[in-house]
């Protein structure tokens, strides 16, 4: 049946007609089924057919009003329009109907974290308390405290989705600034340096490098690192920050480059 509701909503797009006949055929013999009614209205939905899927959304209700996916569709589609607060009481609807329901949780959290930290926090935690080997709710505890700057609690979530083994150079630049952050050096030096294997010019991590080896006067890796690093093209997103200028003056400084120093603090000065 998904298969086949996959098959019509390809179709909608350049056959409607024939396309809504197919997903009624599949409706019909599906009738009780809310995940095949749900895909039905997904369906509509990713085709710009608002109106239908709610529809369908309504059949969902009249075959199952307890099923906590019908109340995660409503939270997503919510969530997409850019109301939070209306999203976050659906994905509540889904837990009071399924406590277990883990994929509510998640969702909730990715919307209450704009609302209250602390109860995404607490359902990214009951998320984990329901599948301990569910490692992308660990990714995304450790996000959560990473940006308001809760460090200590986002390395230990980070430790324990780094297990998983799937991780990506995103998560290694969190995971080591968290440590730098904390003056954790030798730990933030070893993720970073796993990091740089993979991807050598990355902008944060050769940043990283550089306060690492400042910190720890370490100041010849520091002057390589600070060379690299202001060579290095700006990406998307990528700034030059005042404490930059500053870690790569005082590595300078250290190392006998006083003139060249004095430029850095100037460039400082002037941002």
Known sequence: ALSAIGLAKLLLKSDAKEAENQLK????????????????????LDNGMKDKALEKL???????????????FEGDMLAKEGKPGEAAQQYDQA????????????KGARVYEF???EQAATMLKKAIEIRPEYKIAYKELAQLYYRDGFYPQ???AYKEFIKGGDYTAEDLRRYSAAEYFTKNYDES????????????NDFVL??????????????QTGLAAGDKF??????KGDTILIQDYKAYANILSEVGNKAKAVEQYKKLIAL
């Open 58 to 72: 309504q059949d969902a209700r009249k075959a199952d009003k307890k099923n906590p996916y019908i109340y995660i």
């Open 189 to 200: 030096m070893r993720l970073l340096e796993e990091g740089l294997q993979k991807n050598p």
């Open 115 to 117: 609302i209250n930290r």
């Open 25 to 44: 055929e599949i409706q019909k013999k599906n009738k009780k089924d809310v995940t095949v009614i749900l895909a039905i209205a997904k369906a509509y």
């Open 230 to 235: 202001f060579s290095l093209p700006l990406g």
């Open 154 to 156: 986002a390395i230990e």
């Open 95 to 106: 837990i009071n109907f399924d406590p277990q329901c883990v994929l509510a949780y998640m």
């Open 206 to 219: 050769n940043r990283l490098l550089m306060y690492n080896s400042n910190d720890l006067k370490d100041y």
